[in-house]
T-cell receptor, first 117, second 116 residues
């Protein structure tokens, strides 16, 4: 099993749909992250969870709703998205939140490519 | 706030050419600096890091030196290979800044394409 697994790899949805992105990590880490990767823009941090508690919400629109039921799983629920939300959504994990800041060792999944029509 | 600026790509090189990808940063505290690499179809991977001024990070033939006086962390490699073709991201972590909940701050990424 790879360290961080994201599903689905590709998702096409209409603006009225509701869908979810899933991330699972098999590394025994305590911190998980959602980043948004858009062309020609820096990676944008969306959410950080540490021990299943949200520690960061980077002014993300409410149409994105994260869920972290346990330290191994992270979801991003999507509803009434806009075409500009089309991007690659990356999940990452680190041993814990503070060590992630110090060591910089985040482990990323391959991403979910989202297209909003 | 903290930020990272990378040179615009794409960078196109022939095999065995020298590589430099420029990265400068703005930080309020004493950041650690990182380079990540994203190969086609894969997630980002940590390539190298430096945690204080004058430190040199190195891995897989790549090097970068933390220059506090110029606030830079340029990525270099003396002889690139086709397999180095990827997107390279400079990032920082300013754990001493007064920003609760901070995670890594990334640049836009620089695409490197190496041809044989």
């Amino acid at each position: 099993e790879t360290g961080v697994t994201q599903t689905p790899r590709h998702l096409v949805m209409g603006m009225t749909n509701k869908k979810s992105l899933k991330c699972e990590q098999h590394l025994g880490h305590n911190a998980m992250y959602w980043y948004k990767q858009s062309a020609k823009k820096p990676l944008e941090l969306m959410f950080v969870y540490s021990l299943e508690e949200r520690v960061e919400n980077n002014s993300v629109p409410s149409r994105f709703s994260p869920e972290c039921p346990n330290s191994s799983h992270l979801f991003l629920h999507l509803h009434t998205l806009q075409p500009e939300d089309s991007a690659l959504y990356l999940c990452a994990s680190s041993q814990d939140w503070s060590s992630g800041l110090i060591t910089g060792e985040l482990f990323f999944g391959e991403g979910s490519r989202l297209t909003v029509l | 706030g903290d930020s990272v600026t990378q040179m615009e790509g794409p960078v196109t090189l022939s095999e065995e050419a020298c590589l430099t990808i420029n990265c400068t940063y703005t930080a309020t505290g004493y950041p650690s600096l990182f380079w990540y690499v994203q190969y086609p179809g894969e997630g980002l991977q940590l390539l190298l890091k430096a945690t204080k001024a004058d430190d040199k990070g190195s891995n897989k033939g790549f090097e970068a030196t933390y220059r506090k006086e110029t606030t830079s962390f340029h990525l270099e490699k003396g002889s690139v290979q086709v397999s180095d073709s990827a997107v390279y991201f400079c990032a920082l972590s300013d754990r001493w800044a007064n920003q609760a909940g901070t995670a890594l701050i990334f640049g836009k990424g620089t695409t490197l394409s190496v041809s044989s």
